[in-house]
């Protein structure tokens, strides 16, 4: 199948489609960046630029809610990850990723830019649609680290997105057994991501601790708990570190 018919069907479907239990999954608009640190810059730098400048800024000047993590890159080949931290932020919608965007493009927000601006040098910003397939049973604490494990996912050939979303109940199962606390999310991506992108969408998959990650890789590849189905395939994993930088409820 093409893969912009792929891509507009993913739209389509996860928008359009009501599950058994009556209700629309919940999707996210997300942006994310990928930047290297300017010369004497840390990581140490960055959460102190969320403590004392973005944060208190954004909750008096963003009307939207706004949650946001730096990933730092942890299992990964040197030769497909050539940034030192990547920020990704989630919204309600991209309606309210647009309401954030022209606040942080403010003359209000200039000073506030203009020191992000000091600390990295972002080469690639781009906006995705996030779909979550699971939701985690412990929530993200702002903070503190969580584990991401994020791949690039095509459909099988001969699979539909309907049996995509249908095959979510009997993984979400799976999971379950495996004692699994961290959530799933769908990353189709939109404007601004790579042209030379070859998969469907970006899946990520949290965990709550590197044992948490560990164990399910152990059960995974002995097969102790026989696996549903699968109607994508995914390359390896990269798996960042994930610090929970602002935290934000949103109205679902």
Not at 146 to 168: M, P, Q
Request: with cysteine; net charge negative; proline share 4%.
């Amino acid at each position: 199948m093409n893969k912009k018919i792929i891509l507009i069907s993913l739209f389509i479907s996860f928008l359009g489609f009501v599950s058994a239990d009556d209700h629309m999954p919940i999707s996210y608009g997300m942006e994310g960046y990928q930047c290297n640190y300017k010369e004497g810059v840390s990581f140490n730098d960055l959460i102190e630029f969320m403590e004392k400048d973005l944060n208190p800024y954004a909750d008096k000047n963003w009307p939207a809610p706004y949650s946001g993590f730096y990933l730092t890159p942890f299992l990964r080949s040197g030769d497909e990850i050539a940034f030192d931290v990547s920020w990704v932020g989630f919204t309600n919608n991209h309606e309210d990723m647009g309401i954030v965007q022209d606040s942080w493009f403010s003359e209000d927000a200039s000073e506030i830019f203009s020191r992000w601006e000091s600390l990295t040098d972002c080469t690639s910003q781009g906006y995705y649609m996030a779909i979550e397939a699971r939701t985690p049973s412990i929530q993200f604490v702002e903070g503190k680290n969580t584990f991401w494990a994020i791949r690039s996912c095509s459909l099988n050939e001969g699979k539909t997105v309907e049996d995509l979303l249908a095959s979510d109940k009997e993984w979400n199962a799976y999971m379950d057994q495996l004692g699994h606390t961290g959530g799933v999310w769908r990353w189709v991506p939109v404007a601004g991501t790579s042209n030379s992108f070859e998969g469907d969408f970006l899946m990520n998959i949290s965990f709550n601790s590197w044992k948490e990650y560990g164990s399910i890789q152990d059960d995974s590849f002995w097969g102790n708990t026989p696996r549903p189905e699968s109607v994508i395939s995914c390359d390896n994993p990269r798996v960042y570190s994930a610090f929970s930088a602002r935290n934000r409820p949103f109205n679902q």
